[in-house]
């Protein structure tokens, strides 16, 4: 007999739940007692078996449609109380690059049937269901004068995924990421049991959760912390071709406090084996530009904003100009846009639009995300950025390189970083491949440049990551462990929840 066959036949005779769709896909049916709404149509299976890396396939059994909490509760109570006959992973928009929000043969809970936001009469904090999307949240807070405070660079990603990998962009040295900027969350654990949880109540539920990969539980609301949302933004880029030059002024720049320094932060690498992206810049510098980075090989570009409201806007102009006065950018170099701070927070909408009408979005995005301590990020330039991939015959997509200050974590979360030094980096390597063969190529870069960083003694995070084994899990949180493991027992001891990880 065919081995999958076998399996499909074992399966059946166990578990009755299960039956066969089709020769490839065993299709979960749930009891009518428990009135939930099970999706296991071939359009909706397929959907929910690929995420945004497109490099893994997992065919989940069924995809959930909740109507309330209280459906994803008795769902994985009824799993729960029959050991775990299937698996269960919450989806948002599927962001994950490795199939992290994947589960074979169980089902995936799509989140983004509950996506409310209320915010509270004080304006002081918005509780936002686990599947909202963050420019959902950005439209309704600002409508009433208010916004969050911290931001990843890409808004279509729901509220609990970023909650449970860490959430960073640009404004993490200012704020922290998103994970520090919570007060209290909903959270339903692997006993199917709905738990509130803050500093104060259910602790170690609430710092579990936070960047715990969705091992503990899933987000169903979180109290976000809301601050004035500013009405404008100056925006700006400038060139540096001097590496040393570059990072010191990022380092300067997040030192600063908050009335006189920027309010958001990152830094691209443009590299003469890659597309260098001008069009930020005037039409007349574009060309200039484009033969620097030729001339060059690399060309560093620092990434600023500076908010505004009615009220600053005639000081503003004195205060870039202080700002800027210091840096060691290339003279001329230096471009300006004044945009509403709406657009400026989305902005990487734009490129998505640019990329799906080329047919680059929907493509395979074998990325690579790190963090680098301060006291290596020459190292790790000269290592990688010089060595590996200006030597390639070609890169794709863009590398972000960007500092922020650790002091914004909370170490009691799950979330890794290296800390032993008080700044590091974050590293974005964000290539996507149109073929199977240039997917391997970067997948091999990606392992030579991880290898380069073991061999160099270059303490490395990875995040967004995806391990296969359990060593390197371990290794990944390591003094945080072995309360990562006594958190998995306790609140999710049938290692129901988010199987995609390979952590259990």
Avoid at 125 to 134: N, T
Avoid at 184 to 198: A, H, P, Q, R
Avoid at 264 to 280: A, P, R, W
Avoid at 336 to 356: A, G, K, S, Y
């Amino acid at each position: 007999m065919d081995i999958n066959l076998l399996l499909i036949t074992v399966l059946i005779c166990l578990f009755p739940s299960f039956t066969i769709a089709s020769k490839h896909h065993i299709k979960l049916v749930l009891p009518k007692s428990l009135n939930l709404t099970l999706l296991t149509d071939p359009s909706t299976i397929a959907a929910a078996s690929h995420d945004y890396g497109k490099t893994t396939t997992v065919t989940p059994g069924g995809v959930l449609r909740p109507s309330s909490t209280a459906d994803i509760s008795h769902l994985i109570r009824y799993t729960a109380e029959r050991d775990g006959i299937f698996k269960v992973a919450a989806r948002g928009q599927g962001h994950s690059l490795d199939g992290q929000a994947s589960v074979p043969g169980g089902v995936v809970i799509n989140m983004t049937c509950l996506a409310d936001v209320v915010i509270s009469d004080d304006k002081k904090y918005a509780d936002v269901a686990g599947g909202a999307l963050w420019v959902d949240v950005l439209k309704k807070t600002a409508e009433k004068g208010v916004s969050p405070v911290t931001w990843t660079d890409y808004l279509k990603v729901s509220v609990g995924g970023t909650l449970s990998n860490a959430g960073i962009g640009g404004h993490v040295f200012r704020h922290g990421p998103q994970i520090s900027n919570v007060l209290e969350l909903d959270v339903i654990t692997g006993k199917g049991k709905m738990l509130t949880c803050s500093p104060q109540l259910n602790r170690e539920l609430f710092y579990g959760v936070l960047g715990g990969l969705g091992q503990f539980g899933i987000i169903t609301r979180a109290r976000i912390v809301l601050d004035h949302a500013p009405k404008r933004a100056k925006w700006f880029r400038m060139l540096y071709s001097d590496f040393n030059a570059f990072t010191k002024d990022q380092e300067r720049l997040i030192s600063l406090s908050n009335d006189f320094g920027v309010d958001y932060l990152e830094g691209q690498i443009l590299m003469s084996n890659g597309f260098v992206d001008t069009s930020f810049f005037p039409t007349s510098q574009q060309s200039k530009i484009a033969n620097l980075v030729k001339d060059h090989g690399i060309i560093y570009v620092l990434e600023v904003a500076k908010y505004y409201d009615d009220p600053t806007l005639p000081i503003i102009g004195q205060v870039i100009d202080k700002l800027t006065k210091n840096l060691s950018y290339l003279p001329g170099f230096i471009a300006m846009h004044d945009v509403p701070i709406f657009d400026f927070l989305n902005r990487v909408q734009t490129e998505e639009n640019t990329l799906r009408s080329a047919g680059l979005w929907d493509v395979p995005h074998p990325w690579l995300n790190l963090y680098i301590p301060k006291s290596r990020i020459r190292d790790f330039h000269d290592g990688v950025f010089k060595n590996i991939l200006l030597k390639e015959a070609s890169i794709s997509g863009i590398a972000l390189l960007y500092p922020t200050n650790i002091d914004k974590w909370d170490n009691r979360m799950s979330a890794v970083i290296p800390n032993d030094e008080d700044v590091i980096y974050i590293v974005g390597i964000l290539q996507y491949s149109t073929n199977q063969e240039k997917l391997q190529e970067i997948k091999s870069v990606n392992e030579k440049i991880i290898r380069f960083c073991k061999n160099s003694g270059i303490k490395i995070k990875q995040y967004l990551m995806h391990y296969s084994r359990k060593e390197d899990w371990v290794e990944h949180f390591g003094s945080k462990w072995s309360d990562f493991s006594k958190r998995k027992d306790m609140f999710d001891p049938k290692k129901l929840l988010s199987p995609g990880h390979d952590i259990f």
